[in-house]
């Protein structure tokens, strides 16, 4: 079965320090991978995806970067964290080719980071 | 792009009552329709799905209803129950890219 992981679960970070989200999936080969920020109360916010290894598309201009060194393997990362960059980030990833219900998204636990 | 909305933001409604929520779509070419739940810290599941070709599907507890004439779709829960607290959003999407959330319902189940 397929599986998704995100880590750390929380955090707190200082404004300025950097970050490393990290996101992995299990079950499948070549998925879709996306981030999205969920601000408060808010929905969420599509941040980057990607079609494959090294394939990065920004959707939003940040301060966030976003890499895919391995197949299943998704990092979001920040030089220099905002304190606007507080927020829930989900990891999720499609199976593609599925026919009906390709764009079923199945998301991460999700990782919730406090900037102070 | 774009836009999604849902009628109401919050919703509380009496344990065993029916419970309906609504998604207004402005995109007239998505042709699939997504209904995700969300509960309090965790990432949204996957509640019922439906195509632009149909009008209604259901599900256990669950029917979805489409009218494509006025872009809009409702996701109506039988005899909630506790468990189903949760903020839900609709997602109308034309592609894996183009999956948009609106900001949610809170729906918030009384005793």
């Known amino acids: 079965s397929q599986t998704i992981h995100q880590w750390p679960a929380t955090l707190v970070q200082p404004v300025g320090s950097p970050l490393s989200l990290e996101c992995t999936v299990e079950?499948?080969?070549?998925?879709?991978l996306y981030w999205y920020r969920q601000a408060a109360g808010r929905g969420l916010q599509l941040l980057f995806y990607?079609?494959?290894?090294?394939?990065i598309s920004s959707e939003v201009p940040q301060n966030l970067s976003a890499s895919r060194p391995q197949d299943r393997q998704f990092i979001l990362s920040s030089k220099k964290l905002l304190l606007s960059d507080s927020g829930f980030y989900l990891c999720?990833?499609?199976?593609?080719?599925?026919?009906?219900?390709?764009?079923?998204?199945?998301f991460g636990a999700g990782s919730r980071l406090t900037v102070l | 792009g774009e836009s999604v909305g849902l009628h109401l933001p919050t919703l509380s409604v009496q344990e065993g009552d029916n419970s309906i929520i609504n998604c207004a779509y402005s995109?007239?070419?998505?042709?699939?329709f997504i209904w995700y739940k969300q509960e309090s810290g965790k990432g949204p599941q996957f509640i019922i799905d439906?195509?632009?070709?149909?009008d209604k599907r259901q599900g256990q507890r669950v029917t979805v209803l489409l009218n494509k004439t006025v872009k809009h779709l409702s996701l109506q829960i039988a005899a909630t129950q506790p468990g189903d607290s949760a903020v839900y959003f609709c997602?109308?999407?034309?592609?894996?890219?183009?999956?948009?959330f609106g900001s949610g319902t809170q729906l918030t189940v009384l005793p």
């Open positions: 079950g499948t080969s070549n998925p879709n």
């Open positions: 995109n007239s070419a998505s042709d699939y």
């Open positions: 439906i195509r632009s070709n149909m």
């Open positions: 990607s079609v494959g290894i090294g394939q």
């Open positions: 999720a990833w499609i199976s593609p080719g599925q026919g009906a219900g390709a764009n079923v998204l199945t």
């Open positions: 997602a109308p999407s034309g592609s894996a890219r183009q999956l948009t």
